[in-house]
Each structure stands twice: as C-alpha cells, then as structure tokens.
C-alpha cells in the first residue's frame, strides 16, 4: 500500500523557518517524483517545489526561490522541504504527492502536481504578520 504522510507544519512569525516532511512507503522511491503542493485558504492548489529522487534534480515555484529548498533522505524514504524567511502568503495546507510516470516525471520539472497519483494527508503551516 502506497503511504506518504507529510507532517511538521505549525504556527511560525514571518521571518521564521519550518521544515516539513514526508515519510512515503509502499513505491519505489528512488524512481520516484515527489512534489510539495500547497492550498491556501479559499485558493486552488499550487505546486511549491519538486524533487526527482534519482537525479537528485530539484525545482521551485518562482514564490518560493531562494526561500525553500527540497531535499531527501534515500535511505529513510523521507522528503523534506526546508521553509526560510516565510511570508504570511506561505500560510496553507501543504501536501505531498508522488508519482513514478513518465507525466509525473514532466509533472515534476513544472512544478505541477498532475501525474502525481499518490497523495498524503496535508499538514498546515501558519505564518503570523
């Protein structure tokens, strides 16, 4: 059974940092895409950062460049993305959705979520003003 379960989020000031991870198991993880999305409060989900675990290739939304950073813990199946210098705006839900596809894949160097096809439960991140 394909798992993943992002956790980590909290209450921060702006200006703070947070550092969320996803724990996945049940797929091949090291052929796997891994994308963080993020929906705010009456807003559409939006894809944040990327990770394609093999080549170790990373992306950015252009909001969050220089701010976050996606990283992996192969041997522990775990995702992270490190959360610097946060905005109230980076206030949402954050998901993480997996995939193994060639569309995943595509879906990954897009920062998008289509093709992820595994999704966990979100963890909510909360910037204060």
Request: with cysteine; charged share 15%; hydrophobic share 35%.
């Amino acid at each position: 059974e394909v798992q993943l379960q992002a956790s980590g989020g909290g209450l921060v000031q702006a200006g703070g940092s947070l550092r969320l991870s996803c724990a996945t198991s049940g797929f091949r993880f090291d052929d796997s895409y891994i994308a963080w999305i993020r929906q705010a409060p009456g807003k559409e989900r939006v894809g944040v950062s990327c990770i394609m675990i093999s080549a170790g290739s990373t992306y950015y939304d252009d909001s969050v460049k220089g701010r976050f950073t996606v990283s992996s813990d192969n041997a522990k199946y775990t995702v992270y993305l490190q959360m610097n210098s946060l905005k109230p705006e980076d206030t949402a839900v954050y998901y993480c959705a997996a995939g193994t596809t060639a569309q995943a894949m595509v879906a990954c160097s897009d920062v998008d979520y289509y093709g992820m096809d595994s999704w966990g439960k979100g963890t909510l991140v909360t910037v204060s003003s």
